[in-house]
């Protein structure tokens, strides 16, 4: 533990990091204070959901008309009015036709489709039971508000966070090198076995750094934005829906959340995504004995990844495009629709979870297999 938080005083005594985290926080506030369109409408729309209840229901029609006039609540009495339970007659089948025919030049990728889509017609039989697209959210602006919330500005959080967690690593585990210390360190009692506590320590402070943006990136949005009525809602309110290729569909979950739950379980996966970048670090840092040079092959590695799913799409190599899609970058790049079907994202049920564990499993136990190379050979 004592040698832990020498590594974490390395760290977190480097200006650099606390300058660069008070960019990405200004930064991110300057997202939430640019984004105010529908900002009075969304925060009445919670009040009355809070107030009312939140499933559109005949009393909730009821006492939202004798609520004071007023713009907001007109325009929710006509958006509730004519709500119906749009999961009582959804058929998936139709996105799995349509998925099949775009991957149809591949027999296994349409299989895949098809197993996935009809995994997902359980769904839409058990939402519609619950009532969830009755589900007042937010009213009109609720598909504006959570693609906000969700796909732009926790976006940018765990980009940033994932930035800092991995020059967080190869400073840490480059520490040696910069200051020309390393014929001390590696010579002392603990010797080699620096490097695992360096690698560990790097872990738990990319964790902490991105608590640290978490909450002073959403702390700002929750104080502008009043989701007091909405956090009991459920996110696959027919208010709430995606696109993908043009296509449009309900937001249909795996599982059943509410607003509250879905935060949490993003955040989450968040922290995760982070630790798995900062362990792809570790593996690069390990191996490459430039730290330049390391985060160099860092770069080239995560853009490499992306450049090579696009580049398997369009020669429409479609087995190969879907196992890519599990890296931890695409995973990142589809956060509007985690824990969603995904569309044309993914290949099996959850797969932003799956890709995550996976990549924390690869990149980790490519972190024992560098350490212990490298416990082998000259580090001087």
């Known amino acids: 533990m004592r040698q832990a938080s020498y590594e974490w005083r390395k760290l977190f005594c480097l200006p650099a990091l606390w300058a660069f985290l008070a960019l990405c926080l200004a930064f991110n506030l300057l997202l939430v204070l640019e984004h105010s369109y529908g900002r009075d409408f969304f925060c009445d729309a919670s009040k009355v959901a809070g107030d009312l209840g939140q499933q559109v229901t005949p009393s909730f029609l009821e006492g939202l008309s004798r609520r004071p006039a007023g ?11 004519g709500l119906e339970d749009i999961f009582e007659t959804y058929d998936t089948g139709e996105l799995s036709e349509f998925y099949k025919g775009v991957v149809s030049s591949s027999p296994l990728a349409s299989r895949w489709m098809e197993w996935k889509y009809g995994l997902l017609s359980s769904r839409t039989a058990h939402l519609a039971e619950k009532d969830a697209a009755l589900t007042l959210y937010a009213g009109p602006i609720t598909h ?33 090198r910069i200051f020309r210390t390393g014929g001390l360190a590696f010579t002392a009692r603990t010797g080699r076995a620096l490097r695992r506590v360096k690698v560990r320590s790097a872990l738990s402070a990319s964790v902490a750094l991105y608590a640290l943006l978490s909450i002073g990136s959403l702390g700002p949005y929750f104080a502008l934005w009043d989701y007091s009525g909405v956090w009991g809602a459920s996110v696959s309110s027919q208010f709430n829906y995606l696109t993908d290729m043009l296509y449009t569909r309900p937001f249909l979950t795996w599982a059943d959340f509410t607003v509250a739950g879905y935060l949490a379980a993003a955040l989450a996966l968040g922290a995760a995504l982070c630790a798995a970048f900062s362990l792809l670090a570790a593996v690069c840092g390990i191996l490459i004995r430039n730290t330049y040079g390391a985060a160099l092959a860092l770069i080239l590695l995560c853009a490499g990844g992306l450049s090579l799913t696009a580049l398997l799409a369009q020669v429409k190599l479609w087995p190969l495009y879907f196992l890519s899609c599990f890296q931890p970058t695409s995973v990142w790049l589809c956060m509007g629709g985690w824990f969603t079907e995904l569309g044309l994202s993914a290949a099996v049920p959850w797969q932003e979870t799956v890709g995550t564990v996976c990549s924390l499993l690869l990149a980790g136990a490519g972190t024992a297999l560098a350490l212990r190379q490298t416990n082998r050979k000259d580090l001087l």
């Open 71 to 81: 713009e907001s609540r007109d325009i929710l009495i006509a958006s509730a009015a």
């Open 144 to 176: 504006d508000s959570h693609q906000f919330l969700f796909s732009t500005l926790l976006r940018a959080v765990v980009a940033e966070g994932a930035m800092l967690s991995m020059l967080a690593t190869l400073y840490l585990l480059g520490y040696e």
